[in-house]
């Protein structure tokens, strides 16, 4: 089992195809531009692509449903192209729990600041219930 990372223009990565999506049009057109990025001779196919790096290509599928661009486990020179990319794209990269990574290739927020008391609010231990 595997940790997925998304490039997606929406809050969760998982929602419908909607006006945040990324069009398989606009993938083509970035990937026709970057030359880092190309098809997959081993897996035709306009979801199947390649990230060309010295260290290995790594793979990257496009996801006509949702509109984004995915891949598993990546590596951090393969998170950092994801951020640079989503930035053309005016979109983001997230995990699979929906945090936000950076150009350093570091998590910058993640699920649990959604759940975090609001500020100046003390919580007390178990045993103190009064």
């Given at each position: 089992?595997?940790?997925?990372?998304?490039?997606?223009?929406?809050?969760?990565w998982?929602?419908?195809?909607?006006?945040?999506?990324?069009?398989?049009?606009e993938?083509?057109?970035?990937?026709d531009?970057?030359?880092?990025?190309?098809?997959?001779?081993?897996n035709?196919?306009?979801?199947?692509?390649?990230?060309?790096?010295?260290?290995?290509?790594w793979?990257l599928?496009?996801?006509?449903?949702?509109?984004?661009i995915?891949?598993?486990?990546?590596?951090?020179?393969v998170?950092?192209?994801?951020?640079?990319?989503a930035?053309?794209?005016?979109a983001?990269v997230?995990?699979?729990?929906?945090?936000?990574?950076?150009?350093?290739g570091?998590?910058?927020?993640d699920?649990s600041?959604?759940?975090?008391?609001?500020k100046?609010?003390?919580?007390?231990?178990w045993?103190k219930f009064?």
């Amino acid at each position: 089992m595997g940790y997925n990372l998304h490039i997606t223009r929406k809050d969760c990565w998982a929602d419908e195809e909607d006006e945040r999506s990324i069009s398989i049009a606009e993938w083509k057109t970035h990937v026709d531009n970057d030359p880092e990025i190309t098809l997959d001779p081993e897996n035709p196919g306009e979801k199947n692509y390649l990230y060309i790096r010295a260290a290995g290509n790594w793979p990257l599928w496009f996801y006509p449903k949702l509109g984004n661009i995915y891949t598993k486990n990546p590596e951090t020179d393969v998170i950092k192209k994801m951020v640079r990319v989503a930035n053309l794209l005016g979109a983001s990269v997230r995990g699979d729990d929906g945090e936000l990574y950076d150009l350093s290739g570091n998590m910058v927020s993640d699920q649990s600041e959604k759940t975090a008391l609001p500020k100046g609010t003390i919580k007390k231990p178990w045993w103190k219930f009064w």
